[in-house]
Every structure is written in C-alpha cells, then in structure tokens.
C-alpha cells in the first residue's frame, strides 16, 4: 500500500523568496516519485521525477526535489519564487513495479505575493 | 508528441442522465489511465489499460462507471444515471510500456473533462 502526505494545503510566498513544498511517502516497495503542477482548469504537468537514480533531481522552471530514504520524503523547492509559479502542486508515487497507477497527496496551493 | 486530448471539456447534466467521455491518448502510447479529481483533492485512480486490456478498477468505479478502449487507441467512460456526487474533473492519461528515451513511467494528462451533476 503507498500513500503521500504533503504537508501543508497552502503555502504563501513573496516574490523571489525561497519555495519549499512538502511530501512524504509512504511505500511497503521502492516507489517512484514525481510532482506535478496544476493550473486552474487544466491537467497535470509534470515537473520532475525520480526514478532512483539520483537522489537530487532537477525539473523544470527550475525546482528540484531531493528524495531522502531515511525520512520518507521528497520535498520540492525552487530558490526564486516569481508569480507564474502560483498554481497548485501534487506529490504522487507510484510502485516500481506493477500498474504504476499513480498515487497522489492532496495537493499544495501556492501563493506568490508580490 | 501531440498531448492527450479529453472531449468535451465541460459537462452539465441533470441527475439521473447518462454521459460518457472520451480520451484520445498520445498515438505511440500503449498504456490510459483515467483518474477523478474533485475539488480541493489530488487525483484519484479509477482504471487503466493496457492497449486494449483493462487490467485494474479501483473500488472508485462502481457498477454505474464503465470504460472501454476498444482497438487499444482511445477510451471512454460512461456514468449511467448520474448522482450529484459524481460531479468531478475527470482526468485522462496515457504512458508508453516500455523504457523510452527516460521517459520511463511518465504519465502524460489530458485537460480533463469538468462534470457538474445538477
């Protein structure tokens, strides 16, 4: 069974701040990861994943999420908040092997102050 | 890749109607999922494929819920006499089986198909 908890359902940032967005899994196999953005009335997109090769992993519009074993978690940050980045963030696993069928937190809305 | 496409983006329907949906995967693409999404919540797993296979249902999809991927290219989903609690995004994606280029398990999603049951 997997589950994610991302802590936290908004967060608040002023422009070129730092972002960090939580996630910790929950996975009785090794899991692969990813986080997904959402903007308002759209689908997923991906933004990075990791698939246990390197343990930083860089996506686009510059976050990168570290996955850390020892603490269940992969949190997603980004050093320079700007305001395109006010969306709503998903963690999701997915088993190694198997229907890899996606399992998603209940997301992070992101806010960027100006 | 030309991206998933989902039809039609927005739904209203009264109680107790039938509507169906349909996803048009990315054409090289072997494996569709279909996900619910309602607000305020991440997605939830529904069913997937396997070309034309439909390999898993979750508990989700009840007896009114019914899909299909006939010819493995695109799906549908039916809901037979609709409930206002199944008013929900509906979101559809597909993946490629096999490793490729690194995109290995990325799942690729459609806009997704807004339901509003009145």
């Known amino acids: 069974a997997q589950s994610v908890t991302q802590l936290g359902s908004h967060v608040s940032v002023s422009e070129g701040a730092l972002v960090l967005l939580r996630c910790n899994y929950s996975s009785s196999v090794p899991p692969y990861l990813f986080w997904y953005v959402q903007y308002p009335n759209q689908g997923l997109q991906l933004l990075l994943k990791y698939t246990s090769a390197a343990t930083l992993v860089k996506g686009i519009n510059g976050f990168e999420a570290e996955f850390k074993k020892s603490e269940t978690s992969f949190h997603l940050t980004k050093p320079s908040a700007h305001m395109s980045d006010a969306a709503e963030y998903f963690c999701?696993?997915?088993?190694?092997?198997?229907?890899?069928?996606?399992?998603f937190g209940s997301g992070t809305r992101l806010q960027v102050q100006p | 890749d030309t991206g998933v496409s989902q039809d039609p983006r927005h739904k209203i329907t009264k109680r107790g109607q039938n509507v169906t949906f349909r996803c048009d995967p990315i054409s090289e693409h072997n494996r569709l999922y279909w996900y619910r999404q309602t607000l305020g919540q991440g997605p939830e797993f529904l069913t997937y494929?396997?070309?034309?296979?439909?390999?898993?249902k979750s508990r989700l999809l009840s007896d009114r819920f019914s899909a299909e991927r006939p010819k493995g290219s695109f799906s549908t989903l039916e809901i037979q006499r609709t409930e206002q609690g199944d008013s929900a995004m509906y979101l559809c994606?597909?993946?490629?089986?096999?490793?490729?280029?690194?995109?290995?398990?990325?799942?690729?999603f459609g806009p997704g198909t807004r339901l509003t049951v009145l």
């Open positions: 494929f396997q070309n034309e296979a439909q390999l898993e």
């Open positions: 994606a597909s993946s490629p089986n096999i490793q490729r280029e690194g995109r290995i398990h990325e799942q690729f």
């Open positions: 999701a696993v997915s088993p190694f092997m198997g229907r890899r069928a996606l399992t």
